[in-house]
């Protein structure tokens, strides 16, 4: 089955706890990426990632890494969360190109309080 | 700069009946897709509907359909028949340039019985 997994689903951490949210897809896609929900601002994108080891900065990238060693894999790393990053977080996968359908897969979303 | 906007927070719907989201966007790359996704209250993404640029028909995929005005620069979504489980946030997206997809605030669908 074609899926985007992240883990964990919930976190509660506390201020300057370094963490790291993983998110794997399994469809080869070429290009992943990483969003933030919060009410009333939809999704804002953190980073992306063309294809291996190209990443690039999103609207929202302060206070977060992330890394594409792997086509499947590109983990989230927050090094010293703060509460402002209590956020739903999302990682997405789709295949790279231009004028066509480039549907966006999700995966289920990572509920982070930073306390 | 890309730039989508959603100008509904939320709608109000009475089943069975049809419902238009509205989605204006601002981009000067020439080929671009407009992407609608449903998120009901249990958190997931689904896609619903997709619009590129250049084809000239709007898309439609059964019950949903894209109003795409070019020149305006609008993607409305049109909901026909509106069901209880339609009840969800909609998100319009749009891709351009380098892949990058960026999000609307989102509009909040409530069907009424």
């Known amino acids: 089955e074609a899926q985007v997994t992240q883990n964990p689903r919930y976190l509660i951490t506390v201020t300057g706890k370094k963490l790291t949210v993983t998110c794997s897809q399994n469809?080869?896609?070429?290009?992943m990426s990483w969003y933030r929900q919060d009410p009333g601002l939809g999704l804002r994108q953190i980073y992306y990632?063309?294809?291996?080891?190209?990443?690039d900065k999103g609207d929202v990238p302060e206070g977060y890494k992330v890394s594409r060693k792997e086509k499947r894999n590109f983990p989230l790393i927050l090094e010293s969360p703060s509460p402002n990053q209590t956020s739903l977080y999302f990682c997405?996968?789709?295949?790279?190109?231009?004028?066509?359908?480039?549907?966006?897969?999700f995966g289920q979303g990572t509920r982070l309080t930073v306390v | 700069a890309q730039k989508i906007t959603q100008t509904q927070p939320g709608m109000f719907v009475q089943e069975k009946e049809a419902v238009t989201l509205d989605c204006t966007y601002d981009?000067?790359?020439?080929?671009?897709?407009l992407f609608w996704y449903k998120q009901p209250s249990s958190g997931e993404m689904i896609f619903l509907i997709y619009?590129?640029?250049?084809?000239?028909q709007n898309a439609t995929e059964g019950r949903y359909s894209l109003n795409f005005q070019k020149a305006r620069k609008s993607a409305n979504l049109v909901i026909s028949a509106s069901q209880l489980g339609d009840s969800a946030m909609y998100f319009c997206?749009?891709?351009?340039?380098?892949?990058?997809?960026?999000f609307g605030a989102g509009t909040r669908l409530t069907v009424k019985p």
């Open positions: 469809m080869n896609h070429e290009y």
């Open positions: 997405a996968s789709s295949l790279w190109a231009t004028g066509q359908n480039t549907e966006a897969f």
């Open positions: 990632s063309m294809n291996v080891e190209v990443t």
């Open positions: 997206a749009m891709e351009a340039g380098n892949n990058d997809m960026r």
């Open positions: 619009q590129g640029s250049y084809d000239e």
């Open positions: 981009t000067s790359d020439q080929s671009y897709g």
